[in-house]
């Protein structure tokens, strides 16, 4: 009996930048180890970090751009996605069938061909939502037009209600969809999850922090995207007042983002000694980065609740650290806090300075929060979300066979 077979069409895959790119390459490895044929078509012409039994078919279009810095320009990021959207599609047309096909929200709105590609395959369709089009946009910074606002929204809506399943990465995100029409029954919730490469680093031995002479300072961190749904201003605020009344704390802000020029720009005008920016850190170094903050920082903007989740909530657990959260308090990133930190308002710069302070003068209260932290991150890893999506998959895989709903089709020779 052949083996059964899924198709995970992404903008992006290691090495290329971004997470979505990272999480379809988990758990596209241990699919394959479970006995699938894996298949992964993503944009551009360079070499893939494709795990054992994963094949990775790339468009020839050019090489996707830092993830990070999507965005910068509307007008061209418009454009851009498009043509890879364009080129994926056009792709993934040309393969050989497989039993299930997945689209991301990489592209925006690549949800909106996902029919149309099962269909050309016979086979089931998943949409992993990883973000929610086009009501983000605006979130992003992206305006349209309201005509094509409404049209585009009601494709994406349209789309999403064909689709077999769609998994969404947490209950507020699902609940927009169902509020959008997406038949409840058809939502499975499934978090994202942390690297698998993210471990704790012992403090004293951090080449990481030696490196970047950290000493016994305490030490806080916001590693990530500095994009426009992640406001700084009360972190940068909060580091103003510990610069007066707690200059040993350091803070460092790691990553890129359309955020990150702002950033900077305000650090030197304001002479803050006690943060340093520091580029995004290469995968391989992500244990040592992570490990070096005592105390971790994550930031969302309440018009995102529901439309995304921030993924350096679950990386910053991971290295058995406390986190605060400057967000909505009814999001997944919050709930994800239980006995791991503490939730405050995104512009609640007094409430964080207060909360830092709290955490560098008690150990004790790091050490037991940090200890939890660990405790519920190794609760939800790539392997068990792994094992989920597989069942999930496999479930609506038998239900067609069952319905006779597979189209014959003759199998393409790969274009």
């Not at 030696?210 to 909060?238: C, I, K, Q, W």
Request: hydrophobic letters at 45%; glycine letters at 8%.
């Amino acid at each position: 009996m052949d083996s059964p077979s899924i198709l995970f069409v992404n903008r992006v895959f290691p090495p290329d930048k971004g997470a979505t790119g990272r999480c379809v390459s988990d758990l596209a490895e241990r699919m394959a180890a479970m006995g699938w044929r894996v298949t992964v078509v993503a944009d551009g012409c360079g070499p893939s970090d494709a795990p054992p039994g994963v094949t990775v078919r790339r468009t020839g279009g050019e090489n996707p751009r830092d993830a990070g810095a999507a965005h910068r320009d509307a007008r061209l990021t418009a454009r851009g996605y498009l043509a890879a959207a364009f080129r994926l599609i056009q792709r993934t047309l040309r393969l050989p069938r497989h039993d299930v096909v997945v689209t991301m929200t990489d592209p925006p709105l690549l949800a909106c061909a996902g029919p149309l590609i099962a269909a050309r395959h016979g086979a089931a369709s998943i949409h992993w939502s990883q973000d929610v089009f086009p009501a983000l946009l605006p979130v992003l910074g992206i305006r349209m037009p309201e005509p094509l606002r409404w049209m585009t929204e009601r494709a994406s809506v349209r789309a999403l209600r064909r689709q077999d399943a769609v998994v969404a990465i947490g209950r507020c995100m699902a609940g927009r969809l169902a509020a959008a029409g997406v038949p409840a029954e058809r939502i499975t919730i499934l978090p994202n999850w942390p690297d698998p490469r993210i471990r704790p680093v012992p403090r004293a031995d951090n080449p990481f922090r030696l490196e970047h002479g950290l000493g016994d300072r305490f030490t806080v961190a916001y590693s990530g995207n500095m994009g426009l749904a992640h406001p700084m201003d009360a972190v940068l605020d909060a580091a103003t007042l510990l610069a007066r009344s707690d200059p040993a704390v350091a803070i460092l802000l790691i990553g890129e983002g359309r955020r990150r020029a702002a950033v900077a720009e305000a650090v030197e005008r304001r002479g803050l000694a006690n943060v340093r920016l520091l580029p995004l850190q290469p995968p391989e170094r992500l244990a040592e980065s992570l490990s070096a903050a005592d105390l971790h920082l994550a930031t969302m903007d309440p018009r995102a609740e529901g439309l995304l989740v921030p993924s350096k909530v679950a990386g910053a657990l991971a290295t058995g650290r406390p986190c605060l959260f400057l967000g909505p308090a009814g999001s997944d990133a919050a709930a994800m806090l239980d006995g791991c930190g503490q939730r405050l308002a995104s512009d609640d710069a007094a409430g964080l300075a207060a909360a830092v302070r709290r955490y560098a003068h008690d150990p004790a209260l790091c050490a037991a929060q940090g200890a939890r932290a660990l405790s519920v991150a190794s609760a939800w890893d790539a392997a068990a979300a792994a094992r989920r999506f597989a069942a999930l998959a496999d479930g609506l895989r038998q239900t067609r066979l069952r319905g006779a709903a597979i189209l014959p089709g003759r199998r393409l020779p790969h274009a």
